[in-house]
């Protein structure tokens, strides 16, 4: 624990307590929390990359920041649930953390209804800051315990895991970004036109028939994105017909309008990526780090001064 923090424990706080916060302070138990977070963080945003069409993100949430952002997050989760370089791992922590904490304040006074901290799970931008805060004290309060250099097995394990994730995440966004869907719509003289439409219970197949029937164009949706169950509920508006295509879109998840002789037809967003995909990057990072630890003896509640690596130096 910083001297900062151990002067405002030992100023409001019982005897009790700080003895609690202290030996939390010198386990494991905070470089595991927000390695897993930053782990599943990446995991969720790559994944909205992958599936979300360019013209719909603000430029720091676009394919290409993110291209280069994700793999941060993930090798610094990485890092800091198999314990590697724990001091310089903190310091980069606590940077990137208040990189996220400003992206999330500014959504937040920009009067952004979600952010894109977690991807597409619908989370408040007041919530991620409140994330942030808590995840820099935890930073904060952490003091990190000396740690051996890892051997040629595991780092190699390590690194093979680290690159096959940004392997994965790097041609999933570059099987989806560059065709740039809805600029493709958009730039059809045929649905610049507007379309109305009045039902109290629109399906994704109702829309599309209906936009494909007055504007002329050949439209379908791939079987495999399950037509029947996309639902969008009343739809009673005026719209451009590109605008309306993009609505169904957006409403099936990951999917994007592809050219189809002379239509489009909807089809799942990226050949590569998917939302298992992901989720098994996730995994293997949570897994191997873990299971680092283990190899290497790490107990994860055990404070620094009962790890056999000794103390850290005062």
Known sequence: MSTSVQSVVKGFLPEALQAQISRLASSAAIPLVIGALLSVSAASKAYAAA??????????????????????????????????????VRNVALLVFVVLFEAALYEWVDGARHCACFGKVALPPWA?????????GLLALWRPAASAPPGRLGSGVLAA???????????????????GPIA????????????????????????????????????AIDERLAPETIWLGTVRTKATAFAL??????KAGGARWIRDG???????????GSAMGFAVVAFLH????????????????????QSPRGPMPP
């Open 51 to 88: 599936t979300q069409d360019p013209t719909w993100l603000p430029w720091f949430h676009s394919h290409w920041v993110m291209a280069v952002w994700i793999p941060i997050e993930l090798a610094l989760g990485l890092a800091l649930l198999a314990g590697l370089w724990p001091q310089t």
């Open 128 to 136: 991620a800051v409140l994330i942030d805060v808590f995840c820099l």
């Open 161 to 179: 895991v680290a690159v096959g994730s940004w392997v994965y995440v790097w041609s999933s966004i570059w099987d989806y970004a560059p065709k």
């Open 184 to 219: 493709l719509l958009r730039h059809d003289l045929f649905l610049v036109s507007s379309v109305k439409i009045d039902l109290p219970k629109a399906s994704a197949a109702d829309v599309v028939k209906i936009v494909s029937e007055r504007r002329f164009v050949p439209l």
């Open 245 to 250: 295509l993009e609505l169904v879109a957006e």
């Open 262 to 272: 002379d239509g489009y037809r909807l089809v799942p967003a990226g050949r590569v």
């Open 286 to 305: 949570l897994a191997t780090g873990l299971a680092y630890r283990v190899v290497q003896g790490e107990n994860y509640l055990r404070p620094v001064s």
